[in-house]
C-alpha cells in the first residue's frame, strides 16, 4: 500500500508503551534481485529514531514476519535498512520489555548513523528479547555508552527457508570509524547468547573499541551449524551450556 519505514525523528521526552500489543510486519510477499544483488522489495522498519532524545519504548512485540518472505537465489545482500528498532544519532533513551523478532535484517540496530559519524549515547535496554532475524539480532555501531541487562538475543539466523545474512550473529559491535569512540562502554549482564548461525557475539575492529564487557552471561551451542565462539570480547563469569 505503499508504506514507507515509520521514522521517529526528534521524538524527545517520550514514553511509547504498549504492553499487550503486537505489531506485525507484512511479510507475505516475494524478493526479486532487480537492484544488483539486492532487491527493492522490501519489509518495513517499524522503529527508527533519528536525533531524538530522552525516549523509551516499552512493552511491544514486534513480528517482521520473515518466515513468509521468499527471495530469489540471487538476493545475497541484506536489506540492511529493515530492522525492529533503528536508532540514529540519538541519545539517553531505554528499550524495556520488548520482544523483536522474524526482521529480514536485524531486530534491533543502534548506533546506526554511519554517515557523518553520528554517535548515540547513553542508552538502557532491559528485558528485551530480539531473536530469530535474518542478519543480526542486536548490531552495535556508533556507540558511547550502552548497558544491556538480562536480554536474550539467541537463534539469530533461524528464519525458516528465508535464511540468513552474515555474520549472523546474537550481537554484533561493529563502529566503523576509527577513533570515533575512545570510551565506548558497552556491558552486557545477565544476558542470553547462542544458537546463532554465526558467532553468539561478536566485536569487530577491536582496535576502535575501547571498552567492550560481557559478565553473568549464559551461552547455549547445541546444534551443529552454529559457530560457537565469542570473537575479541572479555568474558566474566560466563556460563555454557549445551
Not at 45 to 67: I, K, L, P
Request: glycine share 12%; with cysteine; aromatic share 12%.
Amino acid at each position: 500500500n505503499g508504506t514507507g519505514n515509520i521514522t521517529w525523528t526528534s521524538c524527545n521526552n517520550a514514553i511509547l508503551s504498549g504492553y499487550g500489543a503486537v505489531i506485525y510486519v507484512d511479510g507475505s510477499f516475494y524478493q526479486a534481485a532487480d537492484v544488483s544483488n539486492r532487491s527493492s522489495s522490501n519489509g518495513i522498519a517499524t522503529f527508527v529514531f533519528q536525533s531524538s532524545t530522552n525516549f523509551t519504548v516499552e512493552g511491544f512485540e514486534v513480528n517482521g514476519n520473515v518466515t513468509l518472505t521468499r527471495r530469489a537465489s540471487r538476493v545475497t545482500a541484506e536489506p540492511y535498512v529493515v530492522n525492529g528498532l533503528t536508532g540514529i544519532n540519538s541519545s539517553n533513551y531505554t528499550l524495556r520489555d520488548l520482544y523483536v523478532h522474524g526482521f529480514m535484517c536485524d531486530g534491533i540496530f543502534l548506533g546506526a548513523g554511519f554517515t557523518g559519524n553520528l554517535t548515540d549515547y547513553n542508552v538502557l535496554i532491559v528485558n528485551v528479547r530480539s531473536n530469530n532475524n535474518s542478519r543480526n539480532n542486536l548490531s552495535v555501531g556508533q556507540m558511547n555508552q550502552l548497558l544491556v541487562q538480562n536480554s536474550d538475543f539467541t537463534y539469530a539466523g533461524a528464519t525458516g527457508t528465508y535464511g540468513y545474512y552474515a555474520p549472523g550473529a546474537g550481537v554484533d559491535v561493529e563502529p566503523s570509524v576509527v577513533g570515533q569512540l575512545p570510551n565506548a562502554k558497552i556491558k552486557f549482564d545477565h544476558c542470553a547468547f547462542g544458537e546463532s548461525y554465526g558467532f553468539q557475539f561478536v566485536a569487530g575492529s577491536p582496535a576502535i573499541l575501547n571498552d567492550v564487557t560481557v559478565m553473568n552471561s549464559y551461552i547455549s551451542v547445541t546444534q551443529p551449524y552454529v559457530t560457537s565462539g565469542f570473537h575479541n570480547v572479555p568474558l566474566y563469569g560466563l556460563t555454557v551450556g549445551n
